[in-house]
């Protein structure tokens, strides 16, 4: 039986609500978890109780513990009527418990229980796992009536098997008699490899049987796990459980299911957008006509543009002005820059209100003179929303008007606001960079516009530098009796390699070495080369430099060898002056410098690379569709930071495609933001992927600090090759994030995708291109070479737009590229070794099926066998035609069963819900690693035993290619006899025996009835195993 239990310590309550009419309430908690429910005591009188107490469950089935969840739900305890009414409730799932090491007290905000409730304040919980035999579980609260809530202080225990009755009770009842009900459960992957191991010994079902459930039984309750420990059922009866059974219940568990928890699946949704309402995947138009905005849900806000002023009144002894403009609509606010000594100013700003959250009747725009003390008002403009007119592109842009200022009374006085007002939607152009009410919270307006945006951002045009060193001549070193050991060090920016050191007797060197760098448009930087000797060791002599602006280097689309050519060297301690004086003897240097633009430069790993284009535009292709993606909103968001008490999150979205990026706005304090943008991207290649990534924003804190980084939430990678062409893809994705605690659900991403195809002849015409440029196949790079070029690329992408406003981050940038996806992961060799067992799963079913045809287990099915291999020799023209026809009928019949949707994260086949605390942990680490000695030396002494059997595959790989080379290099002369004398026998009867016969009786003899075989391996077997190997001569 586990152990396992979950540890749930309530802490305390916060700003609770007031409901006993005096404000205040006599706050207790109710806790729900795996049919099991626990009580705290009652604490009178008081809106922030303490209780600190802790409850501990049993999990009675800790496979399933992703799928459950723990309700704590806060009651007030009313003594007079003695019930209780809701104050709020927090539900917590079971992807969110960690161990006890890792587990924190949190404050959750307590949520609504139902739709008419009303809920405030928070509930201080720390949830966690234990496995500790030592804890005992508490006892769980019986069934309390309405009259049994003002004695919570002791509670009697419930014996664990009535709440089993009950629960069968309750599922049994009302069944028809005889009729089964079937649930198929889906096991943890924490035991995945044993139930692979034990599904092929067994085919017999474990069946756990209850009988006699009441007065009438009619049939047992079966659960069939297939664990594949057993041959015979094992049954487990409970007696007399006091309830009429009428129907079995079957619960069908199987283990080698790749399901994913029910958690972490795509859901398909039907929301009401712009065309109208998606039903699977086509839309259903409306009556309304359709914007060019038609994969978002339309929202509408009330736009103001404050374009400028004129002859504002002075204001103050000195009579200077200082002027902003503050529009105000209900508690939201916004403002502009201010300008000083200015009386005639230019701002120029959008604010844009949407309406969902309007809660005044009334737009007041107020002029104000910015002051150190106290800001004096100077006028203000007022709009009734009633009058104020809508606008639906593509109507131009309304035009702004004067208005003049009223004073608080309302009476016209000096100066003039010119100001346009309409009620539009996110299509508007003024959209993108406007003030938004949603994006700021409506008691701080202090942070600044230009983080919280949205915006469209182009990574710069990125070119591969090759320079080829060929030669250097004429070197002085300073010591002349010793030899130099000259290397020649290039640089790039913050890129730097070196050549191999060559020793030279001649002064003259050469190494003929290609180097290669990563440049980005414009080319402002440049090519810095240092001749250097070494001196002694980590001690190196600068014996000459070469600095070549980039956007002098010469470009090149192919192939082609550039020219090459000479550079004078500049000693470090000469000028200018100097050098031109020994011009003729200067020391100089032989260079092939080129930019490469038939490359396509790398920045993600080519199994999820968004482009796959080379640099050069006269190289491009034209277009082959239009992708466009509908980022509507996101749910359940995980608390980031905390505010006011509270956890929240300042959420934004990015995605990648190509060379554009996009960012949607910054939704301020809200866990479930609604963003609802629309973009396009061209498409050149299906075999592309689309990266959407949600950030919370690190420039929004509660003190105003920028200083913090941009935290990751999630990503959603969408394969465009997986996607039917005009259909709209509406699903709602599960943000999964792998932490050193193990995999975690951050909340939810709902997203619209349609890909329209405006040319299919040439999309299908791309399949049988190349994947990449034809310079990666004319002159390719070394893997080692990409490898380094790439995390150039992305530091090269991070630094152009981080300088961006607003930025995107480092962190941003390595996450959505997958920066680190090179470092070593155990969790990610597993992954993948289990990937190659499941390509290879084919070709041993395949090889099972042959087995069971040789071994004649269905007669009928290996005569017919026979029969068809007959045929195939005799007819030997059909071979390949039978295959294509066979290949075409299993696609044929896998058509019912494709995927109806996009392929998303899979935690199982990550290898992520399994893995080993401290297989993540190392994953997590540094390089170099930041661990204590012992725990590195733990880790590589797994590692070493990991090589080791690889090692030992390899070894025994290599024997049986080195046995089948001593077949005839008479390393044992007698068994290169035997088969000299083999290979002239059999020469012989090729030669008089017809070919077709030799298969037919060759295929007839691997395919003999188990009468006529033996149980001792064959004799050509024995025979080859008997060779030598080289094993002996190994060390």
């Known amino acids: 039986m586990s152990n396992l239990k979950l540890g749930v310590e309530v802490v305390r309550g916060h700003n609770l609500m007031p409901k006993d009419g005096q404000g205040s309430s006599s706050a207790f908690v109710e806790l729900h978890f795996d049919d099991q429910k626990f009580r705290t005591t009652v604490k009178e009188k008081d809106l922030n109780p303490d209780w600190n107490e802790t409850f501990y469950f049993n999990i009675s089935n800790p496979n399933n513990l992703n ?6 739900c806060v009651y007030n305890s009313e003594k007079t009527t003695d019930s209780k009414s809701s104050l709020g409730k927090v539900r917590i799932t079971g992807t969110s418990f960690l161990p006890y090491s890792d587990a924190v007290v949190f404050n959750y905000p307590l949520e609504k229980a139902t739709i008419f409730s009303r809920a405030i304040g928070e509930l201080g919980l720390k949830v966690y796992v234990t496995d500790d035999p030592s804890i005992k579980s508490s006892i769980p609260l019986r069934e309390m009536d309405s009259t049994s809530y003002s004695s919570l202080h002791s509670v009697e225990g419930e014996a664990p098997y009535q709440k089993v009755v009950n629960v069968i009770s309750d599922l049994l009842s009302g069944r028809k008699k005889g009729k089964t009900r079937t649930f198929h459960h889906l096991p943890n992957s924490s035991s995945q490899q044993q139930q692979l191991q034990s599904s092929s010994t067994s085919d017999q079902p474990i069946k756990y049987r209850v009988d006699d459930m009441g007065h009438e039984a009619h049939a047992p309750l079966v659960a069939h796990m297939y664990p594949g420990s057993s041959d015979q059922p094992i049954k487990y009866r409970v007696d007399d459980m006091g309830h009429e059974a009428h129907a079995p219940l079957v619960a069908h568990m199987y283990p ?44 509408q806000f009330l736009f103001v543009r404050v374009v400028k002023a004129h002859e504002l009144p002075s204001k103050g002894v000195t009579g200077s002005l200082d002027p902003y403009v503050e529009v105000k609509l209900g508690n939201y606010k916004g403002v502009t820059k201010h300008f000083e000594k200015n009386q005639n100013p230019e701002w120029n700003t959008v604010f844009a209100f949407s309406k969902d959250r309007v809660q005044s009747s ?9 002051d150190m003390v ?36 309302g009476k016209k006085k000096k100066g003039e606001l010119m100001v346009a007002v309409w009620i539009g939607t996110q299509a508007d152009e003024t959209f993108p960079d406007a003030w938004h009410s949603d994006a700021v919270s409506p008691v701080d307006s202090s942070v600044t516009s230009t983080y919280i945006r949205s915006k469209v951002y182009h990574s710069p045009r990125l070119w591969y530098v090759r320079v080829n060193i060929i030669e250097a001549q004429d070197l002085v070193v300073a010591e002349k009796n010793r030899l130099p050991n000259v290397h020649v060090k290039a640089q790039i920016g913050n890129q730097v390699f070196k050549t191999k050191p060559v020793q030279t007797q001649t002064m003259n060197a050469q190494w003929n070495e290609d180097l290669m760098f990563v440049a980005a448009e414009p080319f402002d930087d440049f090519l810095v080369l240092l001749v250097e000797d070494r001196v002694g060791p980590n001690k190196d002599e600068i014996l000459g430099r070469v600095v070549i602006p980039l956007a002098t280097v010469e470009r090149r689309a192919d192939n082609r060898l550039v020219h090459s050519r000479w550079f004078n060297l500049q000693r470090e301690s000469s000028t200018e002056v100097e050098e031109l004086k020994k011009d003729k003897f200067a020391s100089r240097i032989h260079l092939r410098v080129s930019l490469d633009g038939g490359y396509h430069v790398l920045d993600e790993s080519t199994h999820y690379s968004s482009d796959l284009r080379p640099t050069a535009k006269q190289l491009w292709k034209p277009p082959i569709g239009i992708l466009e993606l509908g980022i509507l909103s996101a749910n359940s968001v995980h608390p980031m930071k905390t505010r006011n008490g509270q956890g929240t999150s300042d959420t934004f979205c990015v995605a990648k495609y190509g060379q554009k990026w996009i960012r949607t706005r910054t939704i301020i304090d809200s866990l479930n933001p609604k963003y609802n943008e629309q973009y396009t991207w061209e498409v050149f290649d299906p075999a592309t992927v689309l990266t959407i990534g949600v950030f919370d924003n690190g420039h929004v804190s509660e003190n105003g600090s920028q200083g913090n980084r941009d935290m990751k939430i999630g990503k959603v990678r969408i394969r465009i090759s997986t996607l039917e062409t005009v259909r709209v893809y509406t699903h709602s994705y599960p943000l999964l994030v792998l932490h050193p605690s193990g995999v975690k659900k951050m909340g939810e991403l709902h997203l619209a995708i349609r890909f329209s195809c405006t040319s299919m002849a040439n999309m299908m015409c791309l399949y049988s291109r190349p994947l990449l440029p034809k310079m990666h196949y004319v002159q390719p790079l070394t893997m080692m070479q990409l490898d380094i070029l790439r995390h ?43 990937r190659l067992m499941s ?25 017919l066998v026979h029969v068809l291999f007959i045929m195939l020799v005799c007819v030997p023209e059909l071979i390949l035609p039978t295959v294509f026809v066979y290949m075409f009928l299993i696609g044929l019949w896998n058509y019912r069963f494709r995927p109806r949707y996009p392929p998303h994260m899979d935690t199982r086949l990550s290898y992520a819900e399994s893995v080993h605390p401290d297989e993540l942990d190392e994953e997590f680490d540094t390089f170099p690693t930041r661990q204590n000695t012992d725990l590195v030396r733990m880790r590589y002494d797994r590692l070493r035993s990991v090589a080791g059997r690889i090692q030992t595959v390899i070894g025994d790989i290599a024997s049986q290619g080195e046995r089948l080379q001593a077949l005839l290099s008479w ?13 002239i026998l059999a020469a012989i009867v090729l030669y008089a025996t017809p070919f077709q016969l030799l298969i037919i009786l060759t295929g007839c003899y691997v395919m003999r009835h188990p009468r006529f075989r033996h149980k001792l391996p064959p004799a050509p077997l024995n025979f080859f195993r008997r060779l030598p190997a080289r094993t002996d001569s190994m060390l």
């Not at 958690?263 to 138009?285: A, H, I, M, N």
């Not at 630094?799 to 940038?813: C, G």
């Not at 002369?973 to 000299?980: D, S």
Request: net charge neutral; aromatic share 10%.
């Open 792 to 834: 150039q690329a992305v530091n090269v992408v991070a630094a152009r737009l981080s300088r961006a406003e607003p930025p995107l981050r480092k962190e941003i940038v390595e996450y959505m590229t997958d920066a680190d996806s090179h470092m070593w992961s155990m969790r990610r060799s597993k992954a993948n070794f289990f």
């Open 374 to 409: 106290k800001d004096d008002f100077v006028g203000k403009i007022r709009f009734d929303l009633q009058d104020i007119p809508m606008r639906v592109p593509p109507d131009s842009p309304l035009a702004p008007e004067w208005y003049r200022l009223e004073d608080k009374n």
């Open 839 to 863: 390509v290879l799963s084919g070709l041993l079913s395949v090889g099972k099926w042959f087995k069971e045809v040789c071994m004649w287990r269905n007669p009928i099915t290996s005569g």
């Open 256 to 299: 080698g299911s790749s399901s994913q928890p029910a958690d972490y699946l795509l859901k398909e949704t039907s929301p009401y957008l712009g065309g109208g309402q998606v039903v699977g995947g086509q839309v259903r138009r409306s009556d309304k006509p359709s914007s060019s905005y038609d994969l978002v849900e339309p929202m």
């Open 971 to 983: 390393r044992d002369p007698r068994a290169t006899i035997i088969f000299m004398a083999f290979c």
């Open 362 to 370: 009334v737009l007041e725009v107020v002029v104000k003179d910015k």
């Open 67 to 72: 799928n459950l969840s723990l309700e704590a």
